[in-house]
């Protein structure tokens, strides 16, 4: 079966950084471009970052400067290190494949 699992999230002070982690299982994992999205309390799902299978990156403004992504494909593996943390970063953050396979989420939470 196809499952994408999101881990790495927690609490941060601004100005501190993350690594997010999203396993693949079930796929050619090297075959897909993968992204995280984020979406914020009564905010919309939003893209943050995406890479293709050749390493392309593509980055939201909000995340530019600030965020990386980049994957392992013998891990099957896709990380998201977030530098520079704000408040306003705070989300639960999804990991997709494709734009249609979502994993369950995992809590990012920038507070002093």
């Known amino acids: 079966q196809v499952q994408l699992v999101e881990s790495g999230g927690g609490l941060v002070q601004p100005g501190g950084s993350l690594r997010l982690s999203c396993a693949a299982s079930?796929?050619?994992?090297?075959?897909?471009?993968m992204g995280w999205y984020r979406q914020a309390p009564g905010k919309e799902r939003e893209l943050v970052a995406t890479?293709?299978?050749?390493?392309?990156?593509n980055y939201a403004d909000s995340a530019k400067g600030r965020f990386t992504i980049s994957r392992d494909n013998a891990k099957n593996t896709v990380y998201l290190q977030m530098n520079s943390l704000k408040p306003e970063d705070t989300a639960v953050y999804y990991c997709?494949?494709?734009?249609?396979?979502w994993g369950q989420g995992t809590q990012v939470t920038v507070s002093s």
């Open positions: 997709n494949r494709d734009g249609v396979q």
């Open positions: 079930g796929i050619i994992f090297y075959a897909y471009t």
């Open positions: 890479i293709t299978p050749g390493g392309r990156q």
